[in-house]
């Protein structure tokens, strides 16, 4: 396995488009979090899945996002509508439940840009 | 609220050793992570620690002390490939990772 894979890796949009973004997570993980992330600052937590189920969302996200993780592998990221406010990397990580599920491991982002 | 505190950035010699801090206040504690984050990349996980002491491991090692909310990276034998932003973030008691603002760490020869 090579890891977490994100696609695209980077996104132009003009405002008010949607978009969406996929990220495969590592096959054995079953935890899956998506973060966004501004130049300067740290990850800032979005939601996460544990299997298909999204256990977990941030009360900052705005109702314009929405993710989801049918089968519990693969997981898209919707933001409907963009802003420039929106712009930003946007990361994926996955994780293994159990003795070890504290490590995440990020895939390489997918940077938008909205104008 | 919740706060992750840590220096914007810090400057050091190639083969010296540095110290990186990190305060925090947050609702409950599950740990404390360290990851490495190179310009335009992904984070990538350097440590954790959930008791109080010193975890070493190679040129890194960090530091917990949970009744200060502190911790440190002390990165030793510096390298230039080090140059790099550190992130501090610790997990809530829900089990979510709240992180820093990350410090720059600018490697001079």
């Known amino acids: 396995d090579t890891g977490v894979s994100q696609d695209p890796r980077h996104k132009i949009t003009k405002r008010g488009q949607n978009v969406t973004f996929r990220c495969d997570p590592i096959?054995?993980?079953?935890?899956l979090y998506w973060y966004r992330q501004t130049l300067g600052q740290g990850p800032e937590f979005l939601t996460y899945?544990?299997?298909?189920?999204?256990?977990?969302k941030s009360r900052l996200l705005s109702d314009r996002f929405s993710a989801e993780r049918p089968k519990g592998s693969f997981s898209t990221l919707e933001i409907q509508r963009t802003e420039q406010g929106d712009s930003a990397m946007y990361l994926c990580?996955?994780?293994?439940?159990?003795?070890?599920?504290?490590?995440?491991?990020f895939g390489p982002g997918t940077r938008l840009t909205v104008t | 609220g919740q706060n992750i505190d840590q220096p914007t950035e810090m400057t050091a010699t190639e083969g010296a050793i540095v110290q990186i801090n990190c305060t925090y206040q947050?609702?409950?504690?599950?740990?404390l992570f360290w990851y490495q984050q190179h310009a335009g990349e992904a984070p990538t996980f350097l440590s954790y620690?959930?008791l109080d002491g010193l975890e070493e491991k190679g040129r890194f090692s960090s530091f917990l002390s949970r009744s200060k909310g502190y911790s440190y990276l002390l990165l030793k034998e510096l390298q230039m490939k080090d140059s790099a932003s550190y992130l501090c973030?610790?997990?809530?008691?829900?089990?979510?990772?709240?992180w820093g603002a990350g410090t720059k760490l600018i490697i001079k020869p």
């Open positions: 096959s054995e993980h079953n935890r």
């Open positions: 620690n959930v």
């Open positions: 899945f544990q299997n298909e189920a999204q256990l977990e």
């Open positions: 990580a996955s994780s293994l439940a159990g003795d070890r599920d504290y490590e995440q491991y």
């Open positions: 947050t609702s409950g504690f599950n740990g």
């Open positions: 973030a610790v997990s809530d008691s829900n089990y979510q990772l709240i």
